[in-house]
């Protein structure tokens, strides 16, 4: 999730950082997953592990009016296929669509991103 500093170098536009906190962060239990969608009524995590239902992990607006929503979902393991369903606020307007912040990207025709870590263990020196 993201903390105060981070929100305020979004906003200045000089996080460098934003990969470590927006898309998704897995856990030991679960995933966080975070997202920009200032023009959202409604954001939720759908994939692999919730049958793609929309209503099923709705993440929440942070109450800073930073545009970016935020919220964990248990049982998300590394590999598991997920997009993020993005409800406008003008209009009726639905879209599930890919994280821009993907560690791991399907290849087409597929269109998901893959819950990853950026581990690995070197073998040399």
């Excluded at 954001?43 to 109450?63: E, K, Q, T």
């Excluded at 590999?79 to 639905?94: I, M, N």
């Excluded at 290849?107 to 893959?114: E, L, W």
Aim: hydrophobic share 40%; charged share 20%.
């Amino acid at each position: 999730m993201l903390g105060e500093q981070d929100v305020y170098l979004f906003r200045e536009g000089t996080n460098s950082r934003l990969y470590r906190t927006l898309g998704c962060v897995l856990g030991e239990r679960a995933a966080s997953f975070g997202v920009w969608a200032p023009n959202a009524s409604r954001v939720a995590v759908v994939g692999s592990f919730n049958g793609w239902d929309a209503n099923a992990n709705p993440l929440s607006p942070r109450a800073d009016g930073s545009g970016i929503w935020e919220g964990s979902v248990p049982g998300v393991v590394r590999g598991d296929a997920y997009k993020f369903h993005v409800a406008s606020a003008v209009g009726r307007y639905e879209i599930d669509t890919a994280d821009p912040f993907a560690l791991y990207a399907e290849a087409s025709p597929s269109t998901a991103a893959r819950a990853w870590t950026l581990d690995y263990d070197w073998g040399d020196g």
